[in-house]
């Protein structure tokens, strides 16, 4: 399987939102599907970062129909904020592309109580997407692609006690990002299933690892040292953030996700089906985050007004 920029089909007449497209694998993503014609939606935390985004897409691909709305993922209250927004202005969303997301940061709770990166990672896409399923169950063929990682697989070493999350204790940045990350796949399984319970079809919902670039978090986290003699070694390893964008790119507009009925799946660079470890495979594990999240929403909303069992 290739896939390629040239591959993606005309999107005239689609809406898409990409979360975190201000900067890595998710601008390079709103770009493309500027490109090709699609309404986008730039959903970032950051209005003067956004706004200089969508002045270089409109400018460089010649789509006006580009616009910056104001997302924090870590905050419920702007979730929910952004999410009221979309659903009063469109009819229809064709495209969540939930990019967004930390790496390896230090321990710290939200203004909701929650530990920052499953909040920014897990809890606040999970949210989103449910207050947005209405729009893509609107679509002829919603799609949702959710962007894990490769490194979700370090949870086959150290599980995951999803009750204790928030908690300071033990908490180590790089393994908790791989747990956000297992998060993102069970969540997408989960999802796929219950559509499929409630007998809604037209909703792809599939998730990828983008593969290995070296995007700001490398260089921010202290991982990795511009111009250091392992960073030129790692640049074998690495590939480049357009080639990183191709995969999810792929899930979000390729038609062989309708002709293939692509549901529920785990993607890897580029665009090929792969497998994901145990513990993401695992239905009482993917009940059971979900459950929790519930849990956390209907506490943490503001006004409380979290609806269950919206599809
Ligand atoms: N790079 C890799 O090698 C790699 C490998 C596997 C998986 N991934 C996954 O790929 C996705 C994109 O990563 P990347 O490497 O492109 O990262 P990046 O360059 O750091 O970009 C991350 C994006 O997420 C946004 N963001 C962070 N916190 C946010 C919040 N609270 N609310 C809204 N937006 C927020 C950032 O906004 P600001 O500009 O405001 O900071 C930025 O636009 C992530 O989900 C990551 O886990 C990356």
């Known amino acids: ?13 689609k809406t898409a939102i990409v979360t975190g497209s201000t900067a890595g694998i998710g601008k390079v993503c709103a770009f493309e599907l500027a490109r090709k014609n699609c309404y986008v939606i730039v959903a970032c935390r950051n209005q003067t970062k956004g706004d200089a985004v969508v002045k270089e897409i409109q400018e460089q691909t010649g789509n006006k129909r580009v616009e910056c709305i104001i997302l924090d993922l870590s905050s419920l209250a702007s979730v ?18 939930n990019n967004a997301g930390l790496l390896d940061v230090p321990f710290q709770l939200t203004e909701d109580g929650i530990e920052t990166m499953f909040a920014t990672n897990h809890v606040g896409p999970f949210y989103l997407t449910l207050e947005l399923l209405p729009l893509l169950i609107k679509s002829n063929a919603g799609r949702i ?42 969540f997408t399984y989960e999802l796929t299933r219950r559509l499929k319970e409630k007998g809604i079809n037209n909703v792809y919902v599939n998730c990828n690892h983008p593969g290995a670039i070296k995007t700001d978090p490398y260089y921010q986290g202290g991982l990795l040292k511009k111009g250091s003699f392992i960073d030129s070694i790692t640049n074998l390893y690495f590939i480049s953030v357009e080639k990183g964008a191709l995969t999810q790119l792929y899930l979000a507009t390729s038609p062989d996700i309708e002709q293939k009925d692509i549901k529920g799946q785990y993607y890897v660079p580029i665009a090929k089906c792969g497998s994901s470890n145990g513990f993401s495979k695992s239905k009482e594990n993917a009940t059971k985050l979900w459950n929790i999240t519930e849990n956390i929403l209907k506490e943490k909303i503001p006004g409380g007004n979290y609806v269950e069992d919206r599809i």
């Open 145 to 186: 692609v959710n962007v894990a990682s490769m490194l979700h697989a370090m949870t086959t070493l150290t599980g995951v006690d999803f009750e204790k999350i928030s908690d300071e204790k033990n908490y180590n940045g790089k393994t908790h990002y791989a747990k956000t990350k297992v998060a993102n796949i069970l």
């Open 80 to 97: 929910k904020k952004f999410s009221e927004t979309i659903l009063t202005t469109f009819d229809k969303i064709d495209i969540l592309l």
């Open 1 to 13: 399987m290739t896939f390629s920029l040239n591959d993606i089909p005309d999107l005239s007449g």
